[in-house]
């Protein structure tokens, strides 16, 4: 059951008079608020604010966070999101005094330990992406993407070739459509076959020369290697158009395969998905791009770069870039995140970010093998490092759907999988179980998921049971949220 006192608001424990702390008298003349602060600024009454001992407030945030769920706690099936656990070491790390005591505005003769991480991973986003340079600017993925964008954008208007279309494929990420209207391109949709892959007549038929990028999810969002990849940049490229590849999926490809080498003009990195930063809450983010030869010019302004001297190198920004797109994010982006990214690279080394990829794919391929007998998975029986089932079959029976099961599994302990997408598989349950998760976990969560689908509908179609609220995104006058806990007359 639920500590009822991690629901009660810090306002309802306070009590006049009570403080956390006990300052001495002042042993300095005092002036008057009014004296010190003008009059415009001043309340015309003071806030109330809470009164509570200090042994009270820590219980109150003690209490709430054991509301949360979170990768330390609790298994994270989220397809489409690489939700694993963080190394403690790189949090470590990134908080040394010589990444998070420095101030944007120092001299870069003062950051120049901070400085070479940052060109050493630019180097080391380039191998891995099989592509030319990198910016590190980018707040986010589909910040890096908008970016990578810009930069095709910018490149065609110097060559004199007005392109006014992106092809994107019906079961790409939604900020891909997104990021190319804010672009100034039209989307255009390609149909998906049958069995989860592009289709090559469809694309075929859409493509000509006003098409300025074919963005891609490579694997796609289905858990799918696209197979023709390579054949389908060949077609694009021979009409002078860009390959986008979104990076998202990259977790199921390191040190296997390279975006560059089977085409890729350009893409993004998730730091928080594949180089295992923290992951949700709003941020703090990055999605650095990598791009080719030819679309080096373009990118955001200032790069990390290095000199050799002969004292050796030192690193510097370089504003030096006249056919630039300018900057996309206030001064080097969020520096922790990238100090993470940097020392999980460090950590792995290359054979150890292939071993990532291999156990992330093999553990997904194990849960399919658990879960598909009873949760059809439309598109294959082997994958990459996620996989779609659909609960269409099971919600046609008993009237169980893939929300349902995903709100019941909160009860159970498990954070629910990714549901309803990709849009092209009906009551789509979009799984991701990472290399991080042992063979024990995975099992538990497919015997877990089994007992759902057993389950009663009535009893799922009003879960999750444990929680304080029950389906918040589901009001209607029908079924309204369930306060678990209703405040008695002494709270």
Not at 78 to 83: I, V
Not at 179 to 192: E, I, L, P
Not at 332 to 353: I, Q, S
Request: proline share 7%; glycine share 8%; hydrophobic share 40%.
């Amino acid at each position: 059951m639920r500590n009822k006192h991690a629901t009660q608001l810090i306002f309802e424990l306070s009590r006049a008079g009570r403080s956390a702390v006990s300052l001495p008298t002042a042993d300095v003349p005092q002036q008057p608020v009014d004296q010190l602060i003008p009059e415009r600024f001043l309340a015309r009454t003071a806030p109330q604010l809470p009164e509570v001992s200090e042994p009270e407030i820590v219980r109150h945030y003690a209490n709430l966070s054991t509301l949360n769920m979170s990768v330390d706690t609790h298994f994270y099936p989220l397809g489409s999101c690489t939700m694993k656990y963080n190394p403690k070491r790189n949090e470590r790390l990134a908080s040394i005094a010589g990444v998070v005591d420095v101030h944007p505005y120092q001299s870069e003769s003062s950051l120049q330990g901070l400085l070479r991480i940052f060109f050493e991973l630019q180097q080391m986003l380039e191998e891995i992406s099989g592509l030319d340079a990198v910016s590190l600017q980018p707040a986010a993925g589909a910040h890096g993407e908008l970016t990578a964008l810009m930069v095709a954008a910018a490149y065609f208007r110097e060559i004199g070739d007005n392109r006014t279309k992106v092809l994107s494929p019906d079961s790409a990420h939604g900020t891909n459509p997104a990021s190319a209207r804010m672009c100034g391109f039209d989307t255009v949709t390609v149909k998906s076959t049958s069995d989860g892959f592009v289709d090559r007549d469809d694309l075929i038929s859409k493509l000509d020369e006003s098409v300025a990028v074919l963005m891609i999810t490579n694997p796609n969002t289905l858990g799918l290697f696209e197979r023709g990849i390579a054949e389908i940049a060949d077609e694009v490229h021979s009409r002078g158009g860009l390959i986008y590849l979104d990076g998202a999926n990259m977790n199921a490809i390191l040190g296997i395969t390279r975006p560059g080498d089977f085409g890729a003009d350009m893409m993004h990195f998730n730091p928080h998905k594949t180089f295992s930063g923290p992951h949700g809450g709003g941020g703090p983010g990055a999605g650095p791009i990598a791009v080719a030869e030819k679309l080096t010019p373009y990118l955001p302004v200032p790069r990390v770069a290095r000199l050799e001297t002969e004292e050796g190198y030192t690193y510097r920004l370089d504003w030096g870039q006249p056919r630039s797109i300018g900057r996309v994010r206030s001064f080097f982006g969020n520096c922790g995140v990238l100090v993470r990214a940097y020392c999980y690279l460090l950590t792995h080394g290359p054979d150890g970010l292939r071993s990532v990829s291999e156990n992330a794919v093999l553990n997904a391929n194990y849960l399919l093998s658990r879960v598909k007998h009873f949760l059809p998975v439309p598109q294959g029986d082997r994958c990459m490092h996620e996989f779609v089932a659909s609960a269409a079959q099971l919600k046609s029976d008993t009237g169980i759907s893939a929300m349902d099961m995903a709100k019941r599994l909160l009860d159970y302990g498990f954070h629910a999988p990714t549901v309803y997408f990709p849009l092209t598989v009906r009551e789509a349950v979009m799984v991701e179980p990472t290399e991080t998760e042992s063979k024990e976990m995975l099992d538990k969560f497919a015997e877990t998921l089994f007992r759902v689908t057993e389950e009663a509908a009535d009893l799922l179609h009003d879960a999750p049971h444990t929680t304080l609220i029950s389906r918040p995104d589901e009001v209607t006058a029908a079924r309204k949220p369930k306060l678990r806990w209703q405040p008695s007359a002494e709270d």
